[in-house]
Structure formats: structure tokens, C-alpha cells
């Protein structure tokens, strides 16, 4: 008996979106996991008027956090605008609602990430009153460091400007009340991390995100998943039991795949829904294996190294597009980049030595015309030209991969120019 769904019965649905106004400017969003349940996160962030927004597939602070597993209390900057001890009243707020909350699991853990670092100097000296608030983040610029204010609890800086040190510098600090801050010169703004945002950068966000959670997590007791079996849920639909709608349900709201080498793939739930639908799950071939060599987990991802193992007898779109069977067999090395948030993959990045594939199915020659002059100056003899042994190989490849000392290293290095 599998331990994975029954394909002839509907997958669950996706997590639905419980939403709740604590106030204007303050809300609570429960986890957006399979599990359900979640410790509780505080976000202080800029203004919004959707604070469920998915653009491009980019989700808002809140749902991101949500889709992590956190039960989260998200609090704009609108809400500070108050007479009085706002910051304490806000955070009072926050830590009952969560208290209250019968999908904030544990009680009284409870973590606070800071995207605007003028809201973290207002909410920062009433965390000694709160002990509830075990970890916290802040995002700031370089220039603003020296007036960033300073708590009891462990705190995490994510500091951006030209004004940062390279990691490598000699500047670089360490927190008495947690690690080194992380630095991104290159960045101009600290609302890089900030979605919908003229600063917005996705990529070194999603760095600093990956870099928050392996902070929170040990400190906060979690919510930590089995990533290994999320990945080898999500395969086995994929592969053994070939199930677009239980593969999709193993994904975010807005996932997505990118075949690096072809560009083949699918970005969002309607795009990818259709890849897997008419391009990948029902079109492999029917022997396909995968050969698992290597694997590393994160806290949030999980890289395979991996032989992808098949027979040429059909036309594979996402791997070979526009090339007719060969009914050659194959052994590709593969790589895979797989980000899971929460219980659920966000992205697959795939990449292949796509010369070695083709040089197996007999497609790849081993000589290709060089249009070149050489080093030295010299031209080809009128009439003749210039050829390179390409530098690839076929099985070779992936004997070497499996096994280090299969064939001998440095080959290579002996191909030459030669005129014909």
C-alpha cells in the first residue's frame, strides 16, 4: 500500500486563506501549510491595501510567512501612527492574538521580523516587557546602523548599502545578542525585501529569507517539516503514479520550475499546471529512473545530484525539444535545486549536462568547425579549416559521477585544433 494519497480520489485542497483584522493597520493570518498549525511570527511592514497579494508570483510579507507555517501578525506602518505607548499597546495586541489563536502552536514562542528599521526603533525597547518575543530580524541600511536601537533578545541585522563591508572584510561585527549581521553591498535600499517595491529584489530577498529562517527556527523549536519526504511525495506523483492535480497539491500557492538548460517549465499554478499537464508527467518515457548520488538538505531547500536514466522513444520536449526519438538509452547527470516553504515546494531549479545527452543519443559530433584565427596568429591553408574536438563526452560522464575513479581525470586537456 502506498503512504501517499489515492490518485483515484481528489487531492486536499489547498489551505484556505483565514484572514482576520485586529485592527486597522493589524492583522492575522493563520499558517498556509498542510499541517495547519504553527508558532507565532510578528511583521512590522510598510502599508498595504492587500495584505494577501501574490504579483508575478511574488506573495505579500504575510502570506509568505504563512505559507513557512507561522501563525502571523502582520503590522503596517499606519498602526504606529497613534498617540500614546503605541508600540507597547501593538505589541500587547499581537502576543494575546496569537495566545488566543487555536492554530499558534507553541504558546508563548513567538519570533518578530522587522522590514522597516524606524518601526524596529519604536518596537524594540518595548520587547523587555515581553518575553514572549524569543528572536528578532531587522532589515536596515548601512547608513542607519549606528542609530539602529538595541534589545535583550537575540536579533539577526540584515544591513544593505554601499556603506556595508564585503563578508569577507575585516569590518564585518558579531551582535552580543546574536550572529553577525549579513551584508549586501551591492544593494541600495534595505526594501529590497520589501514585495511590490521599486527596491524589490527577488533573488537576494529570497537569500535573506533562507538566512532569517536558519536564525528563527533553532531559537523558536521550529516549525521544522521532513523535507526529504515532501520532495519524494512530490516525485512519486511525478513519476510512479503520474498525477498532474496530486503533484500540483504538493506545491505553494504560486509555484514554479525552471529547466535551466531548455527554459522549459511553467511559472504560477495555471502555467505549471498545464507543463505538467501536457509536457512532462504523461510524456516520459516509460522507463525512466532516477539514480539519487548525492543529497544535501537546508533549512528550507534540498539539492539532489542525481543520473537521469531513460530510452529515447518518444520526443521529450521539456528535455529535447524538436528532437525525434533516437531509441537510444541515456544516463544524464542532473542537478536539482528544490525550495520548500513550509510543507509545500515553491520552486524546482533543474539543470543537465545537456552535451553528454547528446552525445549519447548520437547527436553531438566530435569534431565542430573552428571560424577562429589560433593564438598565434595563424589561419587555416585556403581550402582546409580548422576543427575542435568538442569537449564533451558521452556515458564517461556519468560513470565518472557515479564513481570517481571509473575513468581517468584530465582527458580532456590533450584535445587539440587540427586542420582538415
Excluded at 170 to 189: A, C, E, F, H, L
Aim: aromatic residues 10%.
Amino acid at each position: 500500500m502506498s503512504k501517499y494519497n489515492d490518485i483515484t480520489k481528489p487531492p486536499p485542497p489547498l489551505p484556505s486563506v483565514d484572514l482576520k483584522e485586529l485592527k486597522p493597520g493589524v492583522s492575522l493570518l493563520l499558517p498556509l501549510t498542510r499541517r495547519g498549525y504553527g508558532p507565532g511570527l510578528i511583521v512590522l511592514t510598510t502599508d498595504t491595501n492587500d495584505p494577501l497579494a501574490i504579483k508575478d508570483g511574488v506573495p505579500s510579507h504575510l502570506v509568505k510567512w504563512a505559507e513557512e507555517g507561522y501563525a502571523v501578525v502582520g503590522i503596517e506602518e499606519r498602526a504606529f501612527a497613534a498617540s500614546g505607548d503605541v508600540s507597547t499597546l501593538l505589541l500587547t495586541l499581537a502576543v494575546d492574538a496569537l495566545a488566543k489563536c487555536d492554530k499558534c502552536e507553541p504558546k508563548g514562542i513567538i519570533g518578530l521580523v522587522a522590514y522597516v528599521p524606524s518601526l524596529w526603533n519604536k518596537i524594540a525597547p518595548a520587547l523587555e516587557n515581553v518575553p514572549e518575543v524569543v528572536a528578532a530580524i531587522t532589515f536596515a541600511n548601512a547608513s542607519d546602523v549606528t542609530g539602529l536601537a538595541s534589545c535583550k533578545v537575540p536579533l539577526l541585522r540584515q544591513i544593505v548599502g554601499t556603506d556595508s563591508p564585503r563578508t569577507d572584510s575585516k569590518q564585518v561585527t558579531t551582535n552580543d545578542n546574536g550572529p553577525r549581521p549579513y551584508y549586501y553591498p551591492d544593494i541600495k535600499s534595505c526594501e529590497f525585501a520589501t514585495p511590490f517595491t521599486p527596491s524589490f529584489h527577488y533573488n537576494t530577498e529570497a537569500l535573506s529569507h533562507t538566512r532569517n529562517l536558519t536564525f528563527l527556527k533553532p531559537l523558536m523549536g521550529g516549525p521544522y517539516f521532513d523535507l526529504e519526504t515532501i520532495w519524494d511525495e512530490h516525485t512519486y506523483y511525478e513519476f510512479t503514479d503520474r498525477s498532474v492535480e496530486h503533484t500540483m497539491s504538493t506545491m505553494v500557492q504560486e509555484p514554479y520550475v525552471n529547466h535551466v538548460p531548455t527554459m522549459t517549465g511553467g511559472i504560477g499554478r495555471e502555467a505549471l499546471t498545464s507543463f505538467y499537464r501536457n509536457n512532462f508527467i504523461f510524456e516520459n518515457s516509460l522507463d525512466t529512473d532516477q539514480e539519487l548520488l548525492s543529497r544535501t538538505i537546508g533549512i528550507d531547500r534540498i539539492v539532489d545530484e542525481f543520473l537521469f536514466k531513460f530510452t529515447h522513444d518518444k520526443e521529450l520536449d521539456w528535455f529535447l525539444p524538436g528532437v525525434p526519438p533516437t531509441f537510444k538509452r541515456a544516463e544524464v547527470p542532473f542537478h536539482a535545486v528544490v525550495n520548500i516553504r513550509g510543507d509545500r515546494l515553491y520552486h524546482e531549479h533543474i539543470n543537465w549536462d545537456q552535451g553528454t545527452a547528446l552525445r549519447q543519443l548520437g547527436l553531438m559530433p566530435e569534431y565542430l568547425p573552428y571560424p577562429y584565427p589560433l593564438a598565434d596568429g595563424r589561419t587555416p591553408t585556403p581550402g582546409k579549416q580548422f576543427e575542435y574536438k568538442v569537449p564533451v563526452e558521452g556515458l564517461k560522464v556519468a560513470s565518472k559521477m557515479r564513481e570517481r575513479n571509473s575513468v581517468p581525470s584530465n582527458e580532456m586537456m590533450e584535445y587539440q585544433v587540427k586542420e582538415v
